[in-house]
């Protein structure tokens, strides 16, 4: 017989299973591994800080994002640099303008030159501007500049070729092609020097290199209006069909075995190839060229700016071919 249960007492049952939970609640105890550090944990104040660092080190020329983040357009941010852009005549999309901005000489002429060259002027708040372009300095105005269309390297060389082997030009084609270059401002005054000599084209690898920014844009002054730039998808591979077309290749580097006024395949199809200015040719491309051409330089100096190089040169073929 039971004992009589006291007034008012509950008779509690047991919690939890009766069994074993075969292990499925081991995970729960081995935690979740190290503290992510502060610059890594995408809400913490010292991640925002890190990514706005990294924002303020990239060049005036910004690249505009969708609201997915996908990069699709380049941007010229701040006055002088979208006025410098204009006078260059760089091909526009938009101007974005802030709503209440202070008007000023620059500003006036940016407007003008937008209305006369059909360029829609598009009202922006601040905020909305400093999303644009990642937070550049843009003092209330942002050029919205197309992708560049790049031409395949080849098959322009191909071309150039036969237009002077039909006498449709009247000298041997002169290509640039640039090996390992990075720096914008460095294409954009190789652009220029190859407007300046009577240059055909720019070759510029798809991976590892500079392309037409809006950077290189306004370095050109606008000179990649007029020099194709075209693209290779294997340099290496390019060069040595340009070869066989019949185009000689020369490398400029500083321990050439030919010096630049003893250049005598200046008249024939030509293509320069320059490298970094830190590292100078690759070797497989320096073993793809006919010669390695060095630039008499004093020697207290180290080596010379890519585009400074390839300025020299080409006004070195400009003048042998001028003379023959």
């Given at each position: 017989m039971s004992?009589?249960?006291?007034?008012?007492a509950i008779r509690k049952k047991k919690k939890g299973p009766l069994v074993g939970t075969g292990g499925h609640g081991r995970k729960a105890l081995e935690g979740k591994g190290p503290?992510?550090?502060?610059?890594?944990?995408?809400?913490h104040k010292a991640h925002k800080q890190k990514k706005a660092a990294e924002r303020r080190q990239q060049p005036t020329g910004a690249r505009a994002r969708n609201p997915r983040g996908k990069v699709h357009e380049d941007l010229v941010t701040g006055r002088n640099s979208v006025l410098e852009a204009l006078r260059a005549e760089i091909p526009a999309k938009a101007l974005y303008a802030a709503a209440r901005l202070d008007v000023d000489d620059r500003v006036r002429e940016i407007l003008q030159t937008c209305a006369e060259r059909g360029i829609p002027v598009l009202e922006a708040s601040k905020a909305e501007l400093d999303r644009l372009t990642l937070d550049a300095v843009h003092q209330g105005v942002a050029l919205q500049v197309p992708p560049y269309e790049y031409r395949d390297a080849v098959e322009t060389g191909r071309t150039l070729l036969a237009q002077w082997q039909k006498r449709h030009v009247r000298r041997p084609p002169l290509l640039v092609a640039l090996d390992g270059i990075t720096d914008p401002r460095n294409l954009g005054a190789i652009i220029r020097s190859v407007s300046a000599f009577s240059g055909s084209a720019v070759v510029v690898p798809e991976r590892r290199s500079v392309g037409v920014t809006a950077t290189a844009w306004k370095t050109s002054a606008g000179a990649a209006a007029r020099v194709p730039v075209t693209r290779a998808a294997n340099l290496n591979r390019a060069l040595e069909e340009l070869k066989a077309m019949g185009y000689f290749v020369v490398g400029l580097d500083g321990d050439g075995d030919v010096d630049l006024p003893g250049l005598e395949l200046a008249t024939e199809p030509l293509v320069v190839v320059v490298g970094s200015e830190g590292k100078g040719l690759s070797r497989l491309v320096a073993e793809n060229c006919d010669q390695i051409v060095s630039i008499p330089i004093d020697s207290a100096m180290e080596s010379l700016n890519a585009s400074m190089a390839v300025g020299i040169a080409l006004y070195e073929v400009s003048r042998r071919r001028a003379g023959s």
């Open positions: 004992a009589p249960r006291r007034p008012g503290t992510p550090r502060a610059e890594d944990r995408l809400y």
